[in-house]
């Protein structure tokens, strides 16, 4: 097995895991929670401004300092200085003109001071794919110290129909 789909594994066994640790009692009811709720809704909206904006020293403020994003690629990157390294250096070529809009598909509460977020999101712009919108979905697991939520863990997986590159920009 490649170490690329081992990472892929692995991190679907994370995320399922987290994802139905919770037993249904343990959910929260609507108005339980809100002002985490709200905190998180807040970070979502925080991550798509500073997207649309290009700026990935607000993106990366969000994640904690040891942070671990997969991308949709299944490169993994590890700590939050590599992440805004990662996405600065994008955000110069094939993002540059790109707006990525959010949408939030599920937030689970796991623990106390821990949540996972699911979430959707279209993106248009990427040189890469002219005149296309670009869907993913991304899964975080957020915990909360210091009374702040933050992004601890990040998988970005692009829908199948997006992940072939045309022709003109496949690597050569």
Request: with cysteine; charged share 25%.
């Amino acid at each position: 097995m490649s170490q690329g789909l081992m990472v892929r594994a692995a991190s679907l066994a994370v995320c399922w895991l987290l994802l139905t640790a919770a037993s249904p009692a343990d959910t929260p009811k609507s108005g339980e929670r809100a002002e985490d709720r709200a905190q998180i809704a807040r970070l979502l909206a925080d991550w798509e401004t500073a997207w649309n904006t290009h700026d990935m020293r607000r993106l990366a403020a969000l994640f904690q300092e040891d942070a671990v994003w997969v991308l949709w690629t299944g490169d993994v990157w590890t700590g939050r200085a590599r992440f805004e390294a990662g996405m600065t250096e994008v955000h110069k070529t094939v993002y540059r003109n790109s707006v990525q809009r959010e949408h939030l598909e599920e937030l689970r509460f796991v623990g106390p001071d821990a949540a996972v977020l699911r979430f959707q999101s279209t993106l248009t712009g990427d040189t890469r794919f002219p005149d296309r919108t670009v869907r993913s979905r991304k899964i975080l697991v957020l915990t909360r110290a210091d009374g702040a939520w933050r992004i601890g863990w990040g998988q970005n997986t692009r829908f199948a129909a997006d992940m072939q590159l045309p022709p003109s920009a496949a690597p050569r």
